[in-house]
């Protein structure tokens, strides 16, 4: 059974980098589209991006312009790093599988493997 | 970009109520709809993609309906360990993006 673990600093200075690994055990990264998604304390889900295992990648366009998400297949791990971290970056961070079913005339993605979340705090 | 607004953001129901909630894309996403739930202090799970498939072991008293910009996710008898925070994601844009605000249910 596939399982997701982020690791990473928890105490970031603005406006360092803030930078995680979501480490891939159980099956092979592969295949798959990886995703980032973060949550604020007390407040909802927000998708950061997503990179598929041959490198290709996609990001929310509120954050693109500081985000980068990167892929290691020789260590099944993929990687966020988010530049110029300020307070607004606080958040649990998850990272998740983005698995996919095809039908003749729909190709469904969606979320169905996640980390247990990391939370990194940005303050000086 | 396609925003999705979940209503209400929060309700009050008890054990054995029927209880839905309704998510709207600011435009067509045809069936490309995912539900996910997130207890208090717990990582999100998946319950329902396309709109009404079912993840498996997900019980059947979820259930998913909807096209194009409205969709609804029912719960037929709400049970305590329901009593969660339920959010919408499109999958529209390739492959998948962005949530909607959440939808708190409540004792």
């Known amino acids: 059974q596939v399982q997701l673990q982020e690791s990473g600093p928890g105490l970031v200075k603005p406006p360092e980098t803030l930078s995680l690994t979501c480490s891939v055990s159980?099956?092979?990264?592969?295949?798959?589209?990886w995703s980032w998604i973060r949550q604020p304390p007390g407040k909802g889900l927000e998708w950061i991006g997503y990179?598929?295992?041959?490198?290709?990648?996609n990001y929310n366009p509120s954050l693109e312009s500081r985000v980068t998400i990167s892929v290691d297949t020789s260590k099944n791990q993929f990687s966020l790093k988010l530049t110029s971290a300020t307070a607004a970056d606080t958040a649990v961070y998850f990272c998740?599988?983005?698995?996919?079913?095809?039908?003749?005339?729909?190709?469904?993605?969606?979320?169905?493997?996640w980390g247990k979340g990391t939370t990194v705090t940005v303050s000086s | 970009d396609i925003q999705m607004t979940q209503s209400p953001s929060s309700l009050s129901a008890s054990v054995g109520d029927r209880v839905t909630i309704t998510c709207r894309a600011s435009?067509?996403?045809?069936?490309?709809l995912n539900w996910y739930q997130q207890r208090p202090g717990k990582v999100p799970k998946l319950l329902i993609y396309?709109?009404?498939t079912l993840q498996s072991g997900v019980p059947s008293r979820f259930s998913g309906s909807g096209s194009g910009t409205d969709f609804t996710l029912t719960i037929s008898s709400l049970q305590p360990e329901d009593f969660a925070t339920y959010y919408c994601?499109?999958?529209?844009?390739?492959?998948?993006?962005?949530f909607g605000q959440g939808t708190k249910v409540e004792i």
């Open positions: 994601q499109q999958s529209y844009s390739t492959p998948l993006g962005t």
């Open positions: 435009q067509s996403i045809r069936s490309y």
């Open positions: 396309g709109t009404s």
């Open positions: 159980g099956g092979s990264i592969s295949t798959y589209y």
């Open positions: 998740a599988r983005i698995n996919h079913v095809v039908t003749p005339t729909y190709y469904y993605y969606y979320m169905d493997v």
């Open positions: 990179v598929y295992y041959s490198g290709s990648t």
